[in-house]
């Protein structure tokens, strides 16, 4: 068997081998792919960090992808609602789709409210040592509903939207993640740099 079969990056197993490895689809990147997975609040600054943080590596040559989740609703997730459940297949699919990616060789920024922990280890664990980032993005509930972007914060304390997070819903917040930014008190270029620096210490 090659060494580009044996070198496989994640931990799950799959039940056919592919031809290629990973590690060979990183190599023709020049880079180490792996999943920065964002965690916080609606309104926290997820979207805008992910995308900060996208840009950034981008302007260095990397190869990134974000998975928003606000987006990924539309399409691959539009058949799932708010519920406990929904969430938790939400964050499933999310976490697959990432761990596709970084087979394929990029480096996955996730954004998505991932309000349970259990889900959230559930997604680490389908990848390798030093593949998956925890990023906890810890701005608290009183700046995010006065930032209110999307005008959710003031339909849910007004009873039109049922089961939001933070108010109806739970949040589990990371107890050891690897990061943790609350962008009320870190600017945004000073945040991605301590994201970085974070993910290229490690
Ligand atoms: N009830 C309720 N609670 C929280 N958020 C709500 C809700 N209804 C709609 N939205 C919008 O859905 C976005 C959250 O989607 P996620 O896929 O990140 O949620 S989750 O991870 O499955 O919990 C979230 O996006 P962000 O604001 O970017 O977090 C909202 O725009
Ligand atoms: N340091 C910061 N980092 C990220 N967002 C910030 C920051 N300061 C203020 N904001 C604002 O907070 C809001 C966060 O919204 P968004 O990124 O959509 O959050 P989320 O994806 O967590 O729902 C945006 O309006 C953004 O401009």
Redo the contacts with the bound molecule.
């Keep these: 068997m090659s060494s580009q079969l044996l070198a496989g990056g994640c931990a799950a197993v799959r039940p056919f081998g592919l031809s290629l490895s990973a590690a060979a689809r990183a190599a023709l990147k020049h880079q180490q792919p792996c999943c920065l997975w964002l965690?916080?609040?609606?309104?926290?600054g997820?979207?805008t960090l992910a995308n900060a943080l996208e840009v950034h590596l981008n302007e260095q040559g990397r190869h990134t992808f974000v998975l928003?989740?606000?987006n990924?609703?539309t399409g691959l997730?539009n058949d799932?609602?708010?519920s406990d459940t929904?969430?938790?297949e939400?964050?499933r699919r999310?976490g697959e789709v990432a761990r596709l990616m970084v087979d394929a060789g990029l480096i996955v920024i996730v954004?998505?409210?991932?309000?349970?922990s259990v889900?959230r280890a559930t997604a680490r664990a389908l990848f390798g040592p030093g593949q998956f980032f925890e990023v906890y993005i810890s701005t608290p509930f009183d700046v995010?509903a006065r930032r209110d972007?999307?005008g959710?914060y003031r339909a849910?304390l007004d009873g039109r939207?049922?089961?939001?997070?933070?108010?109806?819903?739970p949040y589990e917040a990371p107890l050891a993640a690897d990061c943790e930014i609350n962008t009320d008190e870190v600017e945004l270029a000073a945040a991605v740099e301590q994201i970085l620096a974070v993910l290229f210490k490690k």
């Design positions: 965690t916080g609040l609606s309104g926290s997820k979207s928003d989740g606000d990924l609703r997730c799932l609602g708010m929904a969430r938790k939400n964050i999310i954004s998505a409210i991932s309000p349970f889900d995010c972007p999307k959710l849910a939207i049922k089961a939001f997070t933070g108010l109806d819903s």
